[in-house]
């Protein structure tokens, strides 16, 4: 039992802390990506591409760091591409955009911006009607003190033929939260390991295990990188 509340903490401490997040996240993403896309003919647009997926690490950092408590079993850290030796500040500046998890951290912040919202509004939404409905005896009287008549439910206990009395009402409220209580850690635990598993995908399919001692270097990539220094550098 005690496990189930301690998971039950982590997963919605995950699902309510993952959208602050994903929203900034989404936002230098999708703007990041269409400003340097949308100017790279004339090459502002590379700077602006490669500022993009440095600024994404930080943010794909802070959505790393919330996936061990949720999956049970650390996250190792990824593996970024370096620059060589001596290269030029400009350079190093550049090496972003040849770096494969790089771009998977752009791709992070795309997918998982709708999954992050769903799985806030469904935690919150669930863990507000749970607490409302077994609290209801609790603050019942002041709405039919104030209103002068029920709330709705009364309507429900007088279907079921239990009357419409304040003890029937409560109850009612009551059953519902209890039943929304008992499905509360299925619910939320379903949809944080949806959205973790997708975040480890992503952000940790790259890690320091999969690399040699040293820098790995690509050909092509390097050439890439060289070039458009050039040519940021002739500008």
């Known amino acids: 039992m005690k496990s189930i509340f301690k998971q039950l903490g982590a997963d919605s401490a995950y699902l309510l802390s993952a959208f602050p997040i994903a929203l900034p996240a989404f936002v230098i993403t999708v703007a990041g990506f269409a400003a340097g896309v949308g100017t790279a003919v004339v090459w502002v647009g590379v700077p602006i591409l490669a500022a993009t997926l440095l600024a994404m690490r930080g943010l794909a950092a802070a959505g790393r760091f919330q996936l061990e408590a949720v999956l049970g079993r650390p ?33 992070w912040g795309v997918v998982n911006f709708p999954l992050a919202i769903a799985g806030f ?62 499905l509360l850690p299925l619910v939320l635990r379903g949809f944080a390991l949806t959205e973790a598993g997708l975040s480890r995908g992503l952000l940790a399919s790259l890690t320091e295990a999969d690399r040699p001692h040293g820098p790995i270097r690509t050909a092509v990539a390097d050439a890439e990188v060289t070039r458009v220094q050039e040519r940021l550098s002739a500008a």
């Open 75 to 107: 996250v190792v850290r990824p593996r970024y591409r370096r620059a060589p030796e001596g290269a030029s500040a400009l350079r190093r500046f550049l090496t972003p955009i040849a770096d494969g998890q790089s771009w998977l951290n752009l791709l």
């Open 121 to 182: 509004v469904v935690a919150l939404t669930w863990w507000t009607v749970t607490v409302v409905s077994l609290a209801y005896p609790l603050y019942a009287w002041a709405i039919r003190r104030a209103t002068g008549e029920g709330d709705g439910i009364e309507y429900a206990t007088r279907w079921l033929g239990w009357g419409d009395s304040y003890l029937a009402v409560s109850a009612l409220a009551v059953a519902g939260g209890l039943v929304m209580a008992l």
